[in-house]
Nanobody, 117 residues
């Protein structure tokens, strides 16, 4: 069973919105910090957003601050990324990852987000 599975990606026009989901099958999800990353073609993977185990503390890359919102539902074992006011430069494969305090122990396979003009 794959520990993390992303969904919700797709093609959207600039200025539009998408909500990504990351379904976790492991029993450690509710006690772990979770992050979103993205990787655009020809670029390195970059941090997007982070949320602590309770959902109380979040952080964002400057490039998405004020437009993206990370959240989680521990009862459902799901992580979310609400993306509003999407820009062309948000086009990338988006990954969720589980942090164990020392590093990342699980990564999803990613979901493609394409923003068109």
């Amino acid at each position: 069973q794959v520990p993390l599975v992303e969904s919700g990606g797709g093609l959207v026009q600039a200025g539009g919105s998408l909500r990504l989901s990351c379904a976790a099958s492991g029993r450690t999800f509710s006690s772990r910090r979770m992050d979103w990353f993205r990787q655009a073609p020809g670029k390195e993977r970059e941090f997007v957003a982070s949320i602590n185990w309770s959902g109380y503390t979040t952080s964002y890359a400057d490039s998405v601050k004020g437009r993206f919102t990370i959240s989680r539902d521990n009862a459902k074992g799901t992580l979310y990324l609400q993306m509003n006011s999407l820009k062309l430069e948000d086009t990338a494969v988006y990954y969720c990852a589980q942090h164990n305090g020392n590093g990342y122990d699980y990564w999803g396979k990613g979901t493609q987000v394409t923003v068109s003009s």
